[in-house]
């Protein structure tokens, strides 16, 4: 298994979003530096996640804040703007060169699809909750946000596994 991980460019968009939202004040309450990272470095996912809940302690203004911010940071990056537009949902939650590119964190696979649907499964390889729970939140808003890019109208639910010791997620996506 992999060292969980996150690409310096995922960092650096959250901290342009905290700066548009709340200001130079907002990277400070959460003890954010965006001169430490550099866009092409990994760096570890547990510093990902620190941030995470840090904002989520100390900025976020609803239960949605840090899906918001995942949404926006992907739909404002044009690198994925041109790579989804017009694309079938279904072939691009059904491909894990997304995630790959920008995290290495878990295992995703397609659970169930039929046209307009697809149940995915996201198993970190985090062992707590807390961060499972947060890191969670933050690829319901990329996969919202990967909605957005493809033109399509659509939500996502995000569901846990009850049994005791699963640290899965399941992500229920609908699309027309």
Do not use: H
């Not at 968009?13 to 400070?28: H, Q």
């Not at 470095?41 to 804040?65: G, H, M, Q, R, V």
């Not at 537009?85 to 920008?102: I, W, Y």
């Amino acid at each position: 298994m992999e060292k969980p991980r996150v690409k310096g460019d995922v960092f650096l968009r959250v901290s342009a979003y905290i700066v548009k939202k709340w200001g130079k004040a907002g990277l400070a309450r959460v003890n954010m530096s965006p001169d430490q990272y550099k866009p092409e470095t990994w760096y570890p996912l547990n510093d990902f996640i620190s941030l995470l809940l840090a904002i989520k302690a100390n900025l976020a203004e609803s239960e949605d804040s840090i899906s918001n911010i995942a949404r926006d940071t992907i739909t404002s990056d044009d690198r994925w703007t041109w790579a989804f537009k017009d694309k079938n949902p279904e072939v691009v939650f059904s491909s894990t060169a997304r995630q790959d590119a920008l995290y290495k964190m878990g295992e995703f696979n397609v659970l169930e699809t039929s046209p307009g649907f697809m149940r995915l499964k996201m198993a970190l390889w985090e062992n707590t909750d807390e961060k499972r729970d947060v890191f969670a939140e933050f690829y319901k808003g990329r996969l919202l946000g990967v909605l957005d890019l493809t033109g399509f109208k659509g939500n996502v639910e995000q569901k846990y596994c009850t049994e005791e010791g699963c640290k899965n997620v399941v992500y229920a996506i609908f699309w027309i």
